[in-house]
């Protein structure tokens, strides 16, 4: 079963060709549905086949390599086609063409009114192919590749309703603002090859531990440009401007980015290259303090926001700052466990908001929601789940036992320590408030003036209810398979990513565990209890606050996420636009003007007339006379070309016989 890894990718790369090629004309609805949400079906299937191989069987080193084809063979430079299987990349196949599959099914019923439906599906087949080509590359040179075909994906899935100019303005930002990142990643990868003479993803670990001293200025070089290219990836600080305005996509789409795919490229990214950052302990520093600064900021963020889609969003941004603490904590499996956790709760917030949406007909408002507990049941109890889940809501749900693991861990490490564990923990209470205000105003409370009981909501049909449903039994059950030492001591998720991440280097004794956790589960009950009290019991407190100058003020700057994108603009828009202007105004036209035209032009009036001239004029004077000589030949009369004919006749006759 192995080896039929290279499938994996086959079948939703294969899936995209037949929509493309075949187009929507070509093929009917139903056959669009099947090749799009199939192709996706067949890559999961076979990933859980090969994963039960894996598990049953493991190959020898825990690691199955499977060479396709020479792609470069340039001097030293020999690059193949060839995908790695480990535990880590077992992992990370399984959510995307699991949960990838799930949002495929939700998308052929939310999105079967598309007029592209057909271009919906070839698009989202591409970026779970190129998702998996990235997770599975056995070398950077592939792994870029996927990493590119994520970001041109999301370019085309953003801007999917590319006839608002508003979702094309998003698809743009996103793809200029990741490219940044991408640009230190394409240089990293030269640095990588200059220095160590190769690609491949384990000779180059290995070769980096054996060659570079630990803070060595190349190492801290190589560490920081693979970071720049995950932080873009990732929407972290500072590049994290691009997130919230990417929800102008499908919601299947937000789901798929979110979750599956291209946010967490950077987590694996860093996670894969660990052995990198372990010799750069600056570059895991920055590492940690970028990701404890964005899940706070962004926690902020989401408490403002009215769009569901935009508090999801910058959730999620929050929830990725989590895994980076840990990346740069050196907990390498809790940021990957958090990821796994992180995969089903956040697809289920966004397909069940998805579903919401519909039934309010394309608002996004929080505001204009409320009392849709009762009339919309699957939808809430599934959104309540996710909601539990992202909160980290103690003992029962996934995200209890990922997020547990960060604080522990990040308190645990000599990497970390109790200021990074404090900062985790008030993301807790921040994660448990902001989620929350969405759950009591969208479904508790009084119905808006938009939601009135005799309205007529749009119900989920099945194929929207099963991966609403089965996400929130993984969103509950998923964190059972890493329990902590005072809950049980099942670390099989751990244990499991041992043979890819290198585990955890804890120096003495760092704490009493229960502690730590009544602490932070305090923290979630307590954003939990505030969301409940100042948000459905006296709303008119939030109103208050919102509405005096200092909550006004605040309010507005914590909505437009800190003022990044207005620094943005006026650091690098506002003057490349003005240079542009400038350009516009003849400025270059001018100096071209001054140092091309008019020399050559006071040349030509030097050199008018001169011999050169004339005698180019002579010869057209000469073609002309032949011209005109030749035409009189032409006179319509048949005997005189009958006797032109005879003439001729004679003189070839004459001159054979002279000869």
């Given at each position: ?13 294969a ?6 090629l ?25 990933t ?28 030293k ?44 599906f ?31 994906c ?11 100019e ?6 743009r ?16 990868l030269?640095l ?33 440009l ?15 401007v ?63 926001q ?21 990346l ?7 940021a ?17 908001a ?12 929080i ?32 995200g ?10 990040v ?44 309205s ?11 991966p609403?449903?089965?996400?929130a ?54 954003g ?57 105004a ?28 004339r ?6 004077e ?7 000589a ?30």
């Amino acid at each position: 079963m192995l080896s039929l890894l290279w499938l994996v990718p086959a079948f939703p790369l294969a899936g995209f060709l037949v929509l493309t090629l075949l187009g929507g004309r070509r093929l009917t609805h139903a056959a669009t549905t099947w090749i799009g949400v199939g192709s996706v079906g067949l890559s999961a299937l076979l990933t859980m086949l090969i994963g039960v191989e894996f598990l049953a069987v493991p190959p020898a080193g825990s690691v199955f390599v499977q060479t396709l084809w020479t792609w470069m063979n340039v001097g030293k430079l020999n690059l193949a086609v060839a995908f790695r299987l480990d535990s880590l990349s077992l992992t990370m196949i399984f959510v995307v063409t699991f949960v990838g599959f799930l949002i495929h099914l939700y998308s052929a019923e939310h999105m079967a009114e598309d007029e592209a439906y057909n271009r919906f599906f070839a698009c989202m087949n591409l970026f779970v192919a190129a998702m998996l080509v990235l997770v599975l590359a056995d070398n950077l040179a592939l792994l870029y590749l996927g990493w590119e075909g994520v970001g041109l994906c999301s370019f085309l899935l953003i801007g999917f309703w590319y006839r608002e100019e508003a979702n094309c303005r998003a698809a743009r930002k996103a793809f200029l603002v990741t490219r940044v990142g991408d640009t230190a990643f394409a240089i990293g990868l030269f640095l990588l090859y200059t220095d160590l003479g190769t690609l491949q993803i384990q000779p180059l670990l290995q070769g980096a531990a054996a060659k570079w001293g630990v803070g060595s200025g190349i190492a801290v070089a190589a560490a920081a440009l693979l970071l720049a290219g995950a932080v873009g990836k990732s929407a972290q600080l500072p590049l994290q401007v691009w997130l919230p305005d990417a929800m102008a996509g499908p919601t299947p789409v937000s789901a798929l980015i979110h979750a599956a795919t291209m946010v967490t490229a950077g987590v694996y990214l860093i996670a894969r290259m660990n052995a990198i950052f372990a010799l750069a302990p600056a570059v895991m520093a920055v590492t940690a303090a970028i990701g404890t600064a964005t899940l706070l900021l962004a926690g902020m963020s989401a408490l403002v926001q009215r769009d569901i889609k935009r508090v999801l969003a910058y959730s999620t941004m929050s929830q990725v700052g989590y895994m980076f603490l840990a990346l740069g904590a050196g907990a390498w499996s809790a940021a990957i466990f958090h990821f796994w956790t992180h995969a089903f709760f956040k697809a289920l917030l966004f397909l069940g908001a998805g579903v919401v949406i519909t039934a309010m007909e394309e608002d996004h408002d929080i505001f204009h929601m409320g009392g849709l507990r009762s009339r919309m049941p699957l939808a809430f109890w599934t959104f309540l789940i996710g909601a539990a889940s992202l909160s980290a809501l103690p003992l029962v749900t996934a995200g209890f036992y990922s997020k547990d693991k960060i604080l522990w861990d990040v308190f645990s490490s000599p990497r970390g320590g109790a200021v990074l564990w404090a900062a985790g923990v008030a993301g807790a209470l921040l994660t448990a408030l902001y989620t929350f205000r969405v759950v009591f105003r969208v479904f508790f409370g009084a119905p808006s003036s938009r939601v009135t009981e005799s309205s007529p909501l749009k119900q989920p049909g099945l194929r929207i209810a099963i991966p609403l449903l089965v996400l929130a039994v993984f969103s509950i059950g998923a964190g059972f398979v890493e329990l902590p030492g005072t809950l049980g001591n099942i670390p099989a998720f751990s244990n499991f990513l041992m043979g890819s991440l290198p585990p955890l280097l804890v120096s003495g004794m760092p704490g009493n565990e229960v502690i730590l956790q009544i602490v932070a589960a305090a923290a979630v009950l307590l954003g939990l209890a505030l969301a409940y009290v100042v948000f459905l019991r006296r709303p008119d407190w939030s109103a208050k606050l919102a509405q005096s100058p200092a909550g006004d003020t605040l309010g507005k700057f914590l909505f437009s996420g800190w003022g990044f994108d207005w620094a943005y603009e006026r650091l690098f828009i506002h003057p490349y636009v003005r240079l542009s202007q400038l350009n516009k105004a003849d400025v270059f036209d001018r100096l071209m003007d001054r140092l091309v035209a008019r020399p050559y032009a006071a040349l030509a009036r030097f050199n008018r007339n001169d011999f050169f001239d004339r005698f180019v004029g002579w010869i057209a004077e000469f073609n002309a006379a032949v011209a005109r000589a030749l035409r009189t030949l032409q006179s319509g009369y048949v005997r005189w070309y009958a006797a032109g004919i005879v003439m001729g006749a004679i003189i070839l006759i004459a001159s054979a016989v002279l000869r």
